[in-house]
């Protein structure tokens, strides 16, 4: 099954307002920056957003922050965006802070089909307010539901056109969970190939969770925090 859109635009066909869309990388490493500007582009707003993180002030999510499509961001680590701070503080923003392995097993839980679990990590503290907790063998447990999202956009380094994918590096951190737990995967690739160029034992996230692909043209990596080696 050939799952190759032309663009961005019309590999996020049917993405409408008050949808939730999961959107994978690792600080700016791995992240959909194409498929984040043709969300932009489209206007759709009142959006909900899984993502680790929302970007630096210049790059990533940020883009859709300033034009205030995002009702409610859902992250870990959110520290280099100032955009995202100003309008969290004045209340324009709702925001879910997770523990960042919370997090990470949250979306890992809804693409497996696991509509929750208990975890140590926030008992006692305001992240387990309203939520059901446990005693397992001394131990206390706060209950977490599984996330899944509407869309979810990732961006590979390599795909076939029957949606295999490989991540490099630390683009693998977040992008082949929220993979599995979107209703329809959008791949980003930056080298797409013919079914059969990927080693099956190198494939990361399998074609069966991903609905679309598309071959990015942005090729600049951007860098969170540049630090240089004093000499």
Known sequence: MNKVFPDAVSALAGVRDGMTILVGGFGLCGIPEEAIFA???????????????AGTSNHGLVHL?????IRKMMSSYVGENDVFEKQMLAGELEVE?????????RIRAGGAGIPAFFTPTGYGTLVAEGK???????????????????????????????????????????????????????????????????????????AIFVQRVFRT???EKHIERRTLRKR
């Open 217 to 219: 043209s942005i090729r």
């Open 97 to 105: 802070l997770i523990p960042q392995g919370t997090l990470s097993e």
């Open 65 to 69: 922050l300033k034009n205030r499509q």
């Open 132 to 206: 059901e907790t446990r005693e397992f063998d001394g131990r206390h447990y706060v209950m977490e539901r599984g996330i899944t999202g509407d869309f979810a956009l990732v961006r590979a380094w390599k795909g076939d056109r029957h949606g295999n994918l490989v991540f490099r590096k630390t683009a693998r951190n977040f992008n082949p969970m929220m993979a599995t737990a979107g209703r329809i995967t959008v791949a980003e690739v930056e080298h797409l190939v013919e079914p059969g160029e990927i080693e099956p034992d190198a494939v990361h996230t399998p």
């Open 39 to 53: 969300l932009r582009d489209s206007g759709v707003k009142e959006l909900t957003v899984v993502s680790n993180n």
